[in-house]
């Protein structure tokens, strides 16, 4: 079974986090995955748009 070198990135954002992981063995890296996690799901919106709540915005999701 092949193997591959990868680099996992995550850049967290307000109720969920991107994922993103890149071939390293390439002399540029290649996007193997890319995925958003929801950290919140099915939970009350104050949860995971505390600010957009407070100031009476609508729902973003």
Do not use: N
């Amino acid at each position: 079974m092949a193997t591959l070198d990868v680099t996992v990135g995550f850049k967290a954002h307000l109720g969920w986090l991107a994922v993103v992981a890149a071939e390293q063995r390439s002399t540029q890296p290649r996007p193997v995955a890319a995925l958003r996690l929801d950290l919140f799901r099915d939970q009350p919106r104050e949860i995971y748009e505390p600010y957009h709540v407070a100031g009476g915005w609508e729902e973003l999701t």
